[in-house]
């Protein structure tokens, strides 16, 4: 959940801060925004200052709000703003004064302003929600994203066959504060995920909440007290990443099974912030982390184009039936599982048929030069164990977790109801890591 509190305006008798910082830009001096400048950036933090405020002149509540600095009786007057802005997305043009906000004075009540506002007063410190939904959440939370006071996201967004220029707002940039940049990606996240979940709590009746399990079997028990029985919010199986979202996959996963076999194949693919199509897109000082939109459509390509080599070119033979998953590890980085099942031409029933696809030996460096550096920067497991106590697969453990270093093999071994057990022959080959 997520919430977003606007502050009145009234005299707190301390600093200006919240919309009063606003009041005072008109004063050249700005001083009630230099003394916060660190004492060792005194100067570099003035010009940063100087040039954001610049910036936010032209902005619509910002013009708004410094209208009332050198009002007089300021506990006298009510700020509105509009929370409902109904701009025309096919001719967009950036919001002026009256479009945001209203200002009127105690006495001349101007309620109907608009359909949908907050009211703000002077006289007293009350706070108000903004709803993450409301047009003008983004522009007032991130001023410096939009600084014409541009739409943000909204319910009502074109989604879908709609070109950029019809919108008008300019693309986002996060060259200057990545971790700004971040907090706005988690919150329109959290904005979208809050309106599905608005939506389901306002309309258990049209997804037919009565008829899950729960209520219909209170009353076939016999149950006659209400109150026993509860009242419960159903979301239903169309919310990604809900219990019956997930228990309906995992049921169309059990009956590909049940159909076609057991998987032959299990695939894994992840992430990587080296790869050239990521490093490329990065500014002067930027991190793969500062931009995760291009890290996670990179992997959407990547990922693409790795089902196009296994189901269309059939790469490790042709596939009846499958399955995966795409997960996040702890770092943020996209990885995704795989599980195949072959057609019968195609099944791996032998070791000699493992040892065609997977390999746990390193490649020869001289034939395969390039395969030898891949394997040694991504695929070495270690030092760890007794050589690394602290490697997080060993700690506070006696030994890794994962069995390394694992004995040498002159062949592979079909495991009982496990993985195999893979050749690794001990033909000389060494690397230090």
Known sequence: QIYHNIHSFGNSRSDPKHLELYFYDDDPSLEHRYRHCREEMYEQDKHVIGIITDILRDNPYSQQFRSLGRAQNLEDYRLVLNLDQRLDQRTYNAPINSEVAAVWIEG?????????????????????????????????????????????????????????????????????????????????????????????????????????????????AGEQNGDAIGKRRVLASSFIGGPRDKIRRYLDAMALVRKYGKPDVFVTMTCNPNWEEITRELQFGQTPQDRPDIVVRVFKAKLEEMKKQLFEKAILGKVKAYTYVVEFQKRGLAHAHFLLIMTGKYKYTCPEQ????????????????????????????????????????????????????????????????????????????????
């Open 108 to 220: 001349n009540e101007r309620r109907d302003t608009y359909d949908r506002n907050v009211i703000l007063h002077g006289n007293n410190n009350e706070k108000e929600h903004i709803r993450s939904y409301y047009g003008c959440s983004d522009p007032l939370s991130y001023p410096l994203f939009f600084p014409r006071a541009e739409l943000g996201w909204h319910r009502k967004i074109p989604k879908r066959d709609t070109e950029a220029e019809d919108i008008g707002a300019d693309d986002i940039s996060n060259d200057d504060d990545p971790g700004l940049f971040q907090q706005f990606a988690v919150d329109t996240y959290i904005k979208i995920e809050n309106s599905r979940l608005d939506y389901m709590w306002h309309h258990q009746n049209k997804i037919r909440a009565d008829l899950y399990q729960g209520l219909l079997d209170s009353i076939q």
């Open 354 to 433: 493992y040892d065609r696809i997977i390999s746990a030996e390193l490649p020869n460096k001289h034939k395969y030069p390039e395969l030898y550096k891949m394997v040694i920067k991504h695929m070495m497991h270690g030092p760890c164990g007794a050589l690394n106590k602290f490697c997080p697969c060993t700690k506070n453990r006696p030994s890794c977790k994962n069995n390394y270093p694992r004995p040498f093999n002159e062949t592979t071994i079909q495991g009982k109801d496990s993985y195999p057990l893979y050749r690794r022959r001990n033909d000389g080959r060494t690397e230090t890591v």
